[in-house]
């Protein structure tokens, strides 16, 4: 869905760091290092933005179930 604003493991902020994180591999960066210009350096951190699938635009089309 949306990226969550928090580390699952240690509590770091992370969300904002997603976008600048996109950015960055868009220029051709390597993920290592957009993590370490980021400041991203904990594998939990790291995982969470990995791992992440942004869905939300793509169910945003659709009605509520109810
Ligand atoms: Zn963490």
């Known amino acids: 869905m949306i990226i969550p604003i928090r580390c699952f493991s240690c509590g770091k902020l992370i969300a904002h760091i997603y ?12 993920s290592e290092d957009a993590f370490k210009q980021l400041g991203l350096e904990r594998f939990c951190c790291q995982r969470m933005i990995v791992g992440h699938v942004d869905l939300i635009d793509d169910l945003l089309k659709f009605s ?3």
């Open 19 to 30: 976008k600048p994180y996109l950015e960055l591999l868009e220029k051709g960066e390597r």
């Open 64 to 66: 509520r179930l109810q």
